[in-house]
């Protein structure tokens, strides 16, 4: 069952979070109007070329008006985050065996926002430097168990393209986007849009994702059931 699994997350990495432009893994996807989506500095290069205006997409070819430039297409924080999902499931449980800041001593933090674990001593730096001072960390103990019981807590920050600073916090059913406490003031009056807390939508995302991939590992068992016993079949008729 591992096995299936793991080459169902292949495919999945493969089939739905590598960029048409670049051909490589999505680097901060942001998703056009036409719901295609691309990584920022892919979107970016196209905005150069024709200066912001009459972009075609490179999917659909539909034209989008980016005069704002890349950074105000919406970002697609389901990729971004299945992104970062995938991106570590070569590490066991998330445990990381050396600091992410020295490289040497052993971890007994992690840092939500840099998503890498530290030593004692990189802690206490990262706690003084100014750029870090604010960032969330935890001891692993805690981030391993608050994991288990909520992966959408230890995820790091995504903040709002529209309103640089403020954190993607809620999610916008109406509108199938995630917003930030400006949004709603501005463009998601709460009278007329549903909106909802971003965690409570990534996890329901996240449930979803899961039981099709226990659908597709049991689909991709059935086939192969289905392939050995055709090659039985064969081997009968042929020594007949």
């Known amino acids: ?10 495919k999945i990495d493969e089939n739905f979070l590598v960029c048409t432009v670049c051909s490589e893994r999505y680097r901060n996807a942001k998703i ?28 659909c070819r539909r034209v989008h008006d980016l005069t704002k430039g ?3 297409v919406q970002s697609n924080v389901f990729l971004n985050e299945l992104v970062v999902l995938l991106g570590k499931r070569h590490e066991q449980t998330n445990k990381v065996e050396k600091c ?39 001891t692993m103990q805690a981030y391993e168990a608050t994991k288990s019981a909520d992966i959408a807590m230890v995820q790091p920050p995504v903040y709002c393209s529209h309103h640089p600073g403020n954190q993607l916090k809620l999610y916008c059913d109406s509108c199938d986007i995630p917003i930030c406490i400006e949004c709603i003031a501005i463009n998601h009056n709460i009278t007329k849009h549903n909106c909802r807390y971003l965690k409570d939508a ?3 995302y996240a449930t979803d994702l899961t039981q099709v991939t226990d659908i597709l590992a049991e689909k991709e068992k059935e086939a192969t059931e289905s392939k050995e016993n055709v090659q039985q079949m064969t081997e009968l008729l042929e020594n007949r």
Not at 32 to 59: A, D, M, R, Y
């Open 1 to 10: 069952m591992a096995t299936a699994e793991s080459k169902i997350l292949e």
């Open 32 to 59: 056009l109007p036409c719901l295609h989506s691309f990584c920022e500095q892919c979107i970016h290069k196209l905005v150069q070329k024709s200066c912001g205006k009459n972009i075609p997409c490179p999917v």
């Open 70 to 72: 890349a950074s105000s």
């Open 100 to 138: 992410g800041g020295c490289l040497q001593g052993s971890v007994t933090t992690y840092c939500i926002d840099c998503t890498f674990g530290l030593c004692d001593i990189c802690t206490s730096a990262h706690k003084r430097i100014p750029s870090t001072k604010s960032h969330h960390t935890m």
């Open 202 to 204: 990534a996890s329901q």
